[in-house]
């Protein structure tokens, strides 16, 4: 299998600003290992056993569901005890797994600041895709520039799945779920660090992928 390339993330915490209510919250974290490309048509054909069109470019048109089940098959590919429980649309975190998951949006934001205070890490013609570039389908992981954690791809190309509801009191099997970072349609208003989306569980977008994260003890 394609190797799945991880950056060190140190422990740290972030203010988690939820415009849409007007709440903000701070979240800490230990420190986990982060993808450095968001997972390609090469890797999802791979686990999954199905063609890739466009081996380089993020895979897109992935529910949420389907990329907690990603996550579990890279973990046991490499035979890491699974990180999810799945039982229907009912999905439990073993945090203390070292297997496979999706980044919790704080850890998702935090890695994509790589300590940059600002909405974007870079001048952003240069760190992402966007409606700016006039592009019509997701570009091939690794064509911009990094942030400082050796990350590419945080922001544009494709919003990135996170573990979180975007409102944390719905129905775990039923409340949006959380993505973050923008794609490769969105106006630069949208491809930010910062701005928190959300979608069904069960839905699919075109420019929507997942990260793989991982905890380590």
């Given at each position: 299998?394609?190797?799945i390339e991880l950056a060190s993330i140190p422990a740290g915490s972030i203010q988690i600003v939820d415009a849409r209510r007007g709440l903000r919250r701070t979240e800490r974290f230990e420190a986990f290992e982060l993808?450095?490309?968001?997972?390609?048509?090469?890797?999802?054909?791979?686990l999954i056993g199905v063609g890739a069109a466009h081996p380089r470019r993020p895979a897109?048109?992935?529910s949420w569901l389907r990329a907690v089940r990603l996550c579990n098959a890279a973990s046991e590919w490499e035979g890491l005890d699974l990180a999810y429980g799945v039982d229907g649309e009912d999905v439990?975190?073993?945090?203390?797994s070292e297997g496979f998951r999706l980044p919790s949006e704080a850890e998702w934001e935090f890695a994509c600041r790589a300590g940059s205070t600002g909405p974007v890490y870079g001048p952003l013609g240069e760190v992402?895709?966007?409606?700016?570039d006039g592009v019509r389908s997701p570009q091939d992981v690794g064509a911009r520039h990094p942030?400082?954690?050796?990350?590419?791809?945080t922001l544009g190309n494709v919003s990135e799945w996170c573990?979180?509801?975007?409102?944390?009191?719905?129905?775990?099997?039923r409340g949006a779920r959380v993505f973050r970072g923008g794609g490769f349609a969105d106006d630069v208003w949208n491809v930010r660090a910062?701005?928190?989306r959300g979608a069904p569980p069960r839905s699919t977008h075109d420019d929507v992928g997942l990260r793989l994260a991982r905890s380590i003890g």
């Amino acid at each position: 299998m394609s190797d799945i390339e991880l950056a060190s993330i140190p422990a740290g915490s972030i203010q988690i600003v939820d415009a849409r209510r007007g709440l903000r919250r701070t979240e800490r974290f230990e420190a986990f290992e982060l993808g450095v490309f968001p997972v390609t048509e090469e890797l999802v054909a791979e686990l999954i056993g199905v063609g890739a069109a466009h081996p380089r470019r993020p895979a897109v048109e992935l529910s949420w569901l389907r990329a907690v089940r990603l996550c579990n098959a890279a973990s046991e590919w490499e035979g890491l005890d699974l990180a999810y429980g799945v039982d229907g649309e009912d999905v439990v975190w073993h945090r203390d797994s070292e297997g496979f998951r999706l980044p919790s949006e704080a850890e998702w934001e935090f890695a994509c600041r790589a300590g940059s205070t600002g909405p974007v890490y870079g001048p952003l013609g240069e760190v992402a895709w966007s409606a700016a570039d006039g592009v019509r389908s997701p570009q091939d992981v690794g064509a911009r520039h990094p942030n400082l954690f050796g990350l590419f791809d945080t922001l544009g190309n494709v919003s990135e799945w996170c573990f979180d509801l975007l409102d944390p009191d719905d129905d775990p099997s039923r409340g949006a779920r959380v993505f973050r970072g923008g794609g490769f349609a969105d106006d630069v208003w949208n491809v930010r660090a910062d701005v928190r989306r959300g979608a069904p569980p069960r839905s699919t977008h075109d420019d929507v992928g997942l990260r793989l994260a991982r905890s380590i003890g």
